[in-house]
């Protein structure tokens, strides 16, 4: 069965510029999961969506971050303009209650 | 807030050694799961767990609902099992998402 898939797997740019980040989930999972892991902490959930609806963007940075999940499949987390602050893993996961949750590989962000 | 308490948060141990790793929360959950991950930053669930306890091959997790509690235990640990290991709550009924312990960095040395 694939994974959750995530691209690009690492990704260096320099402050103020922007980069977008890719998840496709586990087919047929409903819930979709944005998570930014800073080194030395466990990761934070950044937005939740079920289906394409958004359950959750409470701890999602709004004036610079935003995320999509067009027709409630594959999704996209944006970061405009990026801060040295930023430099995280992005971890996208999925669930379902028969599946329970799966993670992907995450992206590696570093901002100079 | 579900918090979540790991421990310890750093752990070195020689090749054999049989491991434990603690996960405390404070307030009541539908389920608690144990990930690894990897340097490179993947994830990968270990176990997910609401009640007792349970063994996959060299892996043991528990958890006391009344105590709050959960261990992950490693027998006869192998350089490859070095990682970090975290814990990760599901509260609210699911809705709230998981919470998770900032992680325990394990090293087993051969």
């Known amino acids: 069965e694939a994974g959750v898939a995530q691209s690009p797997r690492y990704k260096i740019i320099e402050k103020r510029q922007s980069v977008a980040f890719w998840c496709n989930p586990i087919?047929?999972?409903?819930?979709l999961y944005w998570y930014q892991q800073i080194l030395g902490q466990g990761p934070k959930l950044l937005i939740q969506f079920q289906n394409n609806g958004v359950v959750d963007d409470s701890q999602l940075p709004k004036d610079r971050f935003s995320a999509e999940r067009l027709k409630g499949v594959d999704s996209t987390l944006k970061i405009q303009p990026a801060k040295l602050e930023d430099s995280a893993v992005y971890l996208c996961a999925s669930s379902s209650n028969r599946d329970g949750y799966t993670f992907g590989s995450g992206t590696r962000l570093t901002v100079v | 807030k579900n918090e979540v308490e790991q421990s310890p948060q750093n752990l070195t141990a020689q090749e054999g050694e049989f491991i434990t790793i603690n996960c405390s929360y404070s307030v009541g959950i539908s389920a608690l799961h144990w990930l690894q991950q990897h340097p490179g930053g993947g994830i990968v669930s270990l176990f997910m767990?609401?009640?007792g306890k349970k063994k996959h091959g060299r892996l043991i997790a528990t958890i006391n609902i009344q105590e709050k509690h959960s261990s992950l235990h490693i027998t006869a640990s192998h350089p490859r099992d070095s990682a970090v290991y975290i814990c990760?709550?599901?509260?609210?009924?699911?809705?709230?998402?998981?919470?998770f312990g900032k992680g325990t960095h394990l090293i087993i040395q051969p």
């Open positions: 767990l609401s009640s």
């Open positions: 087919s047929g999972h409903a819930t």
């Open positions: 990760a709550v599901l509260s609210g009924g699911g809705a709230d998402g998981l919470t």
